[in-house]
């Protein structure tokens, strides 16, 4: 550490800005600002003058030069913190992600924390009600209460035990207007107490429920989880087979010694179900962390990690930021979810942080899933991951049965096959529910003139508009642009409109002509933009009653439908057969896994498949029920085009290859292919010097024009993730203030998800 008393010790420091660099600052002038008790680490958030402004800044390095003659650097205004507030390996983490993902790195780290501290200001500190006796309520004698039994009862407890939660007083049932009447005799006082850290829990406390029985896979997954080193672990199981119970008791197990887990889940508002099972099977503070908070919340959450008084942090993507204390577990939930890849500004990837993570905490990961990603499955080929099977589903539900529907040969009604109309007819005389998956939202796709074949295509992006009715316009589902519907064909004024091709909008009304006496339930962005509105969707399907589901995606995600014993999936092929190389694997993953809600109670469940390539490998093998079969076809595909996880060169021998994306867009179709032309050319002259470097591009993106953008790609395969990494770093620096950067909009991809 370097003395921070001596003049020329020079801080660099990270402030939020779009730059890829560090700000130079001298020791704060006021000597007492850095006494022995504030020794400056990296970490430590500062103001700092920035122009004619101070701003909140984080030390990112300490040194005693500068390329600036250091008459030249000014002095930090003032430290904020007296010490860093994460671990000094967090810190490094956050850097080492910066760096990876290419990102300008004081932005990154301003991501990294809380909303708060990236203001400036402090964690807030969470306070807990408590009633306290006061000395007049020490010296009341009982026998003066005793035609008050319950405000004796009350107060006899408080004889004994002076102070009590608000939350315990709760949970014994204690009737609160007898202890307002105490209060208003002055015999009792609320006082606010902050929140003390729980360590050790009692074998009794710390469980709220019985764990289950856990069946012999369970069981086995759950021994082999070596909690005292890092051990990166796939959890393949198919929805229902009983992964969130392992989860449990695995938890269960390191907060036992002391430690905490940490739990990535894909979207916490979608399933409030996944959280009310972590909370009814602990009675340990949990934290939880998901966009829908308030910064004060939210900070609240980050510290009671920090700190130790949360043992489970259950959060979304950006929670792989969070701070522990006691780090045993970490666990990322649905691993396969494109969620965990954040597709705009810092484009990090938290499943893929979270192996780093674990590593340099050195303690075990699970990755769970029912369609894991091709890449960990890749990796637990590779012996990088070890692969933990659950094949069942316990107690008497079972895998479902499928029944692809050949729409060639059966005509559709507006979308439905007679075969699947009469499994709903079926399973709804029965008492059951029905689910329809339809990943379209709106009424249809596409709105055309009969007469001249006019189609409604959106003025700013290469997207046609879709058809939505209530209310009734026409949307893009990429700029967002609205517009009402015409009544007559803009071209050539007829009034033959026609809507063509069905969104979950459309295929609920024919559900409902189909199905007149039946609840129908639509669940898509357009039915949950209120906040609550998914929770009523959930207790509605909760009650049982036999009601048929219609919705997109939003309905693989995390469910237990216990009723619904039919899943019927109204277009397999869309996404199959798509020109975004990962589309077919996204869209098998999203059809097992609404597969997966049919069938998890007592009754089987039956699938219904429509499609035009019912012979096709990737349809027959998610058919089967064989979704390591699909992603093996998958990557037969992938390897034929080089494309991840297995970018293979084929000599001198194989090996991986790592891949990042340049995207530029610019409303100048011309000026987005000179960058990255640019962009290639400097690359092209600037060569890594042990490995080959591959490019492909400028090319368009799949969807060349969106909000009046012309957007195009150029892809960079290497064979090493240092030399990738270095390289673009290098280039970055060398194009970002060139002349054609400032003309365009660009970004990089490391590790991309989405190619289009
Ligand atoms: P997954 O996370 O794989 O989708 P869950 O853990 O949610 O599966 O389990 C699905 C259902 O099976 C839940 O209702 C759960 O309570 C039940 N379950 C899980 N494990 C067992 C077990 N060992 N014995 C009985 N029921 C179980
Ligand atoms: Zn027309
Ligand atoms: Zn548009």
Request: charged content about 25%.
């Amino acid at each position: 550490m370097i003395n921070p008393n001596n003049k020329q010790t020079v801080y660099r420091v990270a402030v939020p800005s779009p730059l890829r660099r560090l700000f130079d600052y001298l020791s704060p002038v006021a000597q007492n600002e850095v006494s022995d008790s504030k020794i400056l680490r990296a970490g430590t958030r500062v103001l700092v003058p920035f122009g004619h402004r101070k701003i909140v800044g984080i030390i990112v390095m300490i040194d005693n030069t500068s390329d600036l003659p250091l008459s030249r650097l000014k002095p930090i205004a003032s430290i904020i913190d007296n010490e860093p507030l994460i671990p000094q390996y967090l810190f490094r983490l956050y850097v080492w992600a910066a760096n990876y993902y290419q990102h300008p790195v004081g932005d990154a780290l301003f991501h990294s924390f809380p909303a708060l501290l990236r203001k400036g200001e402090d964690l807030p500190i969470q306070t807990i009600k408590h009633w306290r006796i006061t000395e007049q309520g020490q010296n009341f004698s009982l026998e003066q209460l005793s035609r008050a039994p319950r405000q004796k009862e009350i107060l006899a407890l408080f004889h004994l035990e002076e102070v009590i939660s608000q939350n315990d007083l709760r949970r014994r049932k204690i009737s609160f207007p007898a202890l307002k009447q105490l209060a208003e005799k002055d015999l009792i006082a609320l006082t606010d107490v902050s929140e003390k850290v729980s360590t050790v829990h009692g074998k009794n406390y710390l469980l709220a429920e019985q764990p289950l029985d856990l069946y012999l896979e369970q069981k086995a997954a759950l021994n082999s989880i070596d909690a005292t080193s890092f051990n990166p672990y796939l959890l393949f199981g198919e929805t229902g087979s009983g992964k969130t119970e392992v989860y449990l008791q695995a938890i269960e197990k390191v907060v036992r010694c002391g430690k905490q887990a940490l739990v990535l889940i894909p979207e916490i508002n979608l399933t409030p179900q996944t959280f009310d099972r972590f909370k009814q099977r602990f009675n340990c503070r949990i934290a939880v962390l998901h966009s829908g908070l308030t910064d004060r919340e939210k900070g609240l959450a980050w510290d009671a990690a920090r700190t130790g008084k949360a043992s489970v942090v259950l959060g979304t993507r950006s929670a792989i930021f969070t701070p522990l204390k006691s780090p045993g577990l970490l666990i990322v939930d649905e691993e396969h979810d494109s969620s965990y890849k954040q597709q705009e500004g810092y484009r990090y990837s938290a499943r893929d942080l979270a192996v780093i993570r674990a590593q340099k905490e050195s303690i075990p990961l699970i990755l769970g899933s029912a369609t894991p990603s091709l890449e960990s499955l890749y990796n637990c080929e590779k012996n990088r991951y070890t692969k933990l099977v659950l094949s069942r589903r316990p107690g008497k539900a079972s895998a479902p049965c499928w029944i692809p529907v050949d729409i060639r040969k059966s005509k559709l009604t507006n979308g439905y096959s007679r075969e699947l109309i009469e499994a709903i007819t079926q399973a709804l005389s029965e008492g059951d529910q029905v689910l329809i998956f339809l990943n379209r939202r709106g009424f249809a796709p596409t709105l055309t003139c009969h007469e001249c074949g006019w189609i409604s295509n959106c003025s700013s992006c290469e997207a046609r508009l879709t058809v939505h009715r209530t209310p009734n316009r026409l949307v893009c589902h990429h700029c967002e642009r609205m517009s009402p519907i015409p009544s007559k064909c803009p071209f050539c004024h007829s009034s033959q409109l026609e809507c063509i091709g069905q969104g979950t909008e459309r295929s609920e009304d024919i559900l409902k002509a189909l199905f007149p006496n039946t609840l129908i339930l639509r669940v898509d962005r357009d039915t949950t933009r209120r906040k609550l509105a998914m929770k009523e969707v959930l207790a509605q399907i909760n009650k049982g009653n036999p009601c048929i589901l219609i919705g997109t995606q939003m309905l693989a995600k995390g469910h237990h439908f216990p009723n619904v014993t039919l899943v019927g999936i109204l277009d397999a092929d869309g996404g199959l057969f798509s020109p975004d190389f990962r589309a077919p694997e996204r869209m098998g993953q999203l059809i097992t896994q609404v597969a997966g809600r049919s069938g998890r109670g007592e009754k089987s469940g039956i699938v219904i498949l429509q499609s035009l390539y019912c012979d096709h490998p990737f349809i027959s093998s998610l058919i089967s029920n064989d979704y390591e079969g699909f992603s093996e076809e998958i990557r037969k595909e992938r390897k034929l085009a080089r494309l991840p996880p297995c970018l293979l060169y084929t000599s001198p021998s194989p090996r991986d290859r790592y891949m990042a994306i340049i995207r530029s867009e610019a409303t100048n179709n011309a000026a987005a292919v000179d960058f990255l032309k640019y962009y290639r050319q400097c690359a092209e002259s600037l060569p890594p010097k042990n490995t080959e470097v591959n490019y492909l591009g400028p090319l368009p993106a799949t969807m060349e024009r969106r909000n009046d953008r012309f957007r195009h790609i150029l892809s960079i395969y290497c064979a090493d993730r240092g030399e990738l990494q270095g390289l673009i770093k290098r280039l970055c620096l060398k194009v970002e203030n060139s002349s054609l950067a400032r003309r365009v909009r660009w970004s990089v991809d490391v590790d991309p998800q989405d190619v289009s």
